[in-house]
């Protein structure tokens, strides 16, 4: 499966942005469909995932009540939406496939085989 992550850009804090995360070469039905980010320095971190075969959502606890994950299964894209930002989310956005992630190792980059291009979200205080 390739991935396609779009939808970054400039954003003020408390604003909102729709990241989409466009699949092709496979049906993410049965994907589990993460996002990651990384800001200048720091190390890649987990956002939230979505798991294939049920759909379940897990969210990174600083971004829990602020970010929502979903699917579209006839769009075969994920989104990220996104609300009241903060400058402490400003980092370039991936997004991530894995067929095989368990529960215990979804917060763990390495699990996660396909990558998109990242895209870059910038928040300005």
């Known amino acids: 499966v390739q991935l396609q992550a779009s939808g970054g850009g400039l954003v003020q804090a408390g604003g909102s942005l729709r990241l989409s995360c466009a699949a092709s070469?496979?049906?993410?039905?049965?994907?589990?469909v993460g996002w990651f980010r990384q800001a200048p320095g720091k190390e890649r971190e987990f956002v939230a995932v979505?798991?294939?075969?049920?759909?379940?959502?897990h969210y990174a606890a600083r971004v829990e009540g602020r970010f929502t994950i979903s699917k579209d299964n006839a769009k075969n894209t994920v989104y990220l939406e996104m609300s009241s930002l903060k400058p402490e989310d400003t980092a370039v956005y991936f997004c991530?496939?894995?067929?095989?992630?368990?529960?215990?190792?979804?917060?763990?980059?390495?699990?996660?085989?396909?990558w998109g291009q990242g895209t870059q979200v910038t928040v300005s205080s």
């Open positions: 991530a496939g894995s067929r095989t992630l368990i529960l215990s190792s979804i917060r763990d980059h390495r699990q996660y085989s396909y």
């Open positions: 979505i798991r294939g075969n049920g759909g379940s959502t």
């Open positions: 070469g496979a049906t993410l039905r049965t994907y589990s």
